[in-house]
């Protein structure tokens, strides 16, 4: 009923950028706070960047001065535009939101999208 669909995933060289885009839709009465996470083979997913409600943003050091986050309330989109991208950024990419659905009834929800591949070639 609720889903997140992200896009903007694919190869590119080092120094390169990308921008990913985290589409939610369905019974959504309201959205919180916004992230995107990343697992690299092997790793375990990490937390690369979120944005409150209010627009407040958060990033992990590795990709600070980078990356950035950003929302569209009106579209209930989330973006990452990535600059600078190196091989280590090669991961999938997922975003996550929280969020108040109306069906079946009124409640909270955790939703994950499928991910989405990013490759860094050097």
């Known amino acids: 009923q609720v889903q997140l669909v992200e896009s903007g995933g694919g190869l590119v060289q080092a120094g390169g950028s990308l921008r990913l885009s985290c589409a939610a839709s369905?019974?959504?009465?309201?959205?919180?706070?916004m992230g995107w996470y990343r697992q690299a083979p092997g790793k375990q997913r990490e937390l690369v960047a979120t944005?409150?409600?209010?627009?407040?943003?958060n990033y992990v050091d590795s990709v600070k001065g980078r990356f950035t986050i950003s929302r569209d309330n009106a579209k209930n989109t989330v973006y990452l535009q990535m600059n600078s991208l190196q091989p280590e950024d090669t991961a999938v990419y997922y975003c996550n939101a929280g969020l108040i659905t109306t069906t079946p009834i009124t409640r909270y929800l955790e939703v994950w999208g499928q991910g989405t591949l990013v490759t860094v070639s050097s």
């Open positions: 369905g019974s959504i009465f309201s959205i919180g706070a």
């Open positions: 944005i409150t409600g209010g627009n407040s943003t």
